[in-house]
């Protein structure tokens, strides 16, 4: 089995370059040695969720290329994932205004 701390580090190191928070990231790393799989569950500030994702998903994409890559290398298959709980922690926006603020006019 490969050390998967390096690639660890690396994967914690640029998702905490991504982020505005990066004191709160943190990988965790799942291996499945059977299927030579090791998972890597990023978490993070709810807030940084969006930037880790990036537009149109091209960061996730890029960090899961990068892994992939080195996974090859090392005949070992790496799958990258944002933690799910943490997209249940974001804050819901509305647009609807609050009924204090609506003044009605006669």
């Avoid at 701390?5 to 505005?20: A, C, E, F, P, S």
């Avoid at 930037?51 to 890559?69: C, F, T, Y």
């Avoid at 944002?82 to 974001?90: A, G, H, K, P, Q």
Wanted: charged share 30%; glycine share 4%; hydrophobic share 40%.
């Amino acid at each position: 089995m490969p050390d998967h701390k390096d690639i660890q580090k690396l994967l914690l190191r640029m998702v905490q370059l991504i982020v505005d928070h990066p004191e709160n990231v943190a990988i965790e790393a799942v291996h499945e040695d059977e299927d030579n799989i090791s998972i890597f569950r990023i978490k993070v500030n709810p807030l940084d969720v969006g930037e880790v994702i990036g537009r149109q998903a091209r960061n996730v994409h890029s960090l899961r290329i990068l892994a992939g890559a080195m996974g090859m290398k090392l005949r070992w298959r790496y799958l990258v994932e944002i933690d799910e709980d943490v997209r249940s922690e974001l804050p819901i926006l509305t647009t609807e205004k609050p009924s204090s603020l609506i003044s009605v006019s006669c």
